[in-house]
């Protein structure tokens, strides 16, 4: 038996920044709760080698892999909190411009542009069965005794924290860290910007996901994350 008296709750992400973004906010946020935060970094809806047969045995891989890390049990797991960016996965190919040369997709409120259509349209559509799988999910682990549940930036991190969907790769860290360190002390204020901004969708958890499938809401501004802090761990 594992002597851990707090619950943890791990948070899959799809990245560094996401972690450094939100990681000290959320241990604070959780920590009067007697909850804790670990993290597990991973991009696993985009990867080709995962599609919906064995997307739940990655992630159940990848949290055993924590808990041995940190020399837990799946008892001492409260919940397994998915948060991934939506890169406009959702929209129809009207909504997909090529251009060339692009070394980089752009996103934008109305297109997704690409060196190739095709190449979005095979992404989302990948993507798309991934999520789908991911949606229908509620318990996860080895013993399939963890809740899990998933949540959305649009049409990604930066997009939600930043306004902007195509911030630089060599500027998202500092980006991160003047997130973190405007809301690191101010909790309560990071619960009111991500739960009720223009850009946080209400309703259920199940109405939020419908409505960003929606024409191309998955390339707009939009995040049902704060469900999490609304409705309890599992929103």
Not at 45 to 73: C, G, R, V, W
Not at 132 to 160: A, D, M, Q
Request: hydrophobic fraction near 40%; charge should be negative; include cysteine.
């Amino acid at each position: 038996m594992s002597d851990v008296t707090n619950k943890a709750v791990l948070f899959l992400v799809e990245g560094d920044t996401d972690e450094l973004s939100l990681g000290e906010i959320i241990k604070k946020y959780l920590a009067p709760k007697k909850e804790f935060f670990q993290v597990i970094g991973t991009d696993i809806t985009s990867a080709y080698d995962i599609k919906p047969d064995n997307i739940i045995d990655e992630i159940n891989s990848q949290i055993h892999d924590k808990l041995d890390e940190i020399k837990l049990f799946e008892s001492d797991v409260l919940a397994v909190i998915h948060l991934v960016d939506m890169d406009g996965a959702y929209v129809t190919k009207d909504f997909i411009k090529e251009m060339k040369p692009c070394s980089k997709w752009i996103y934008q409120d109305f297109a997704i542009i690409g060196d190739s259509i095709e190449k979005v349209v095979s992404r989302n559509k990948h993507k798309i069965e991934n999520l789908n799988r991911l949606l229908v999910t509620k318990l996860v682990g080895k013993f399939y005794t963890i809740p899990y549940k998933v949540f959305y930036f649009s049409c990604n991190l930066e997009h939600v924290l930043h306004n902007n969907p195509n911030v630089d790769d060599r500027d998202k860290r500092d980006k991160a860290e003047e997130f973190a360190d405007k809301y690191c002390d101010d909790v309560e204020g990071f619960v009111k910007f991500i739960s009720q901004s223009d850009f946080s969708v209400a309703g259920s958890w199940q109405e939020t996901w419908d409505f960003i499938k929606e024409r191309n809401n998955s390339l707009k501004r939009y995040t049902n994350f704060g469900l999490f802090f609304k409705e309890g761990v599992m929103g």
